[in-house]
């Protein structure tokens, strides 16, 4: 199984990125999906959360300006990122739980990151 993110870069503050995030491999079922991000000399933190059934939730400090969604069809997942600021420079990583077609429990995966820079 693997996760390959996409859409990083360099934006001015207000502006807007689409990351993406797509799932391949072996799998039977995706359950949760999200995007969490890493600072310089800051923890890994969850950023927004899309579970199988659609229900969304984000930290405090991005409500209102990303929009986390899913197609399960294409076994993606997608942040969209407006009204950018600095404070949202960090590495973005994707995550999903993904049972595969053993039916043992699901395992969390991670991609290998997308930089995103907020800066003028």
């Known amino acids: 199984v693997q996760l390959v993110e996409s859409g990083g870069g360099l934006v001015q503050p207000g502006g807007s990125l689409r990351l993406s995030c797509a799932a391949s491999?072996?799998?039977?079922?995706?359950?949760?999906m999200g995007w969490y991000r890493q600072a310089p000399g800051k923890q890994r933190e969850l950023v927004a959360v899309i579970i199988d059934g659609g229900t969304t939730n984000y930290t405090d400090s991005v409500k209102g300006r990303f929009t986390i969604s899913r197609d399960n069809a294409k076994k993606m997942v997608y942040l969209q990122m407006n009204s950018l600021k600095p404070a949202d420079t960090a590495v973005y990583y994707c995550n999903a739980d993904i049972q595969t077609p053993l039916l043992g429990p699901p395992l969390g995966y991670w991609g290998q990151g997308t930089q995103v820079t907020v800066s003028s």
């Open positions: 491999g072996s799998i039977f079922r995706i359950y949760d």
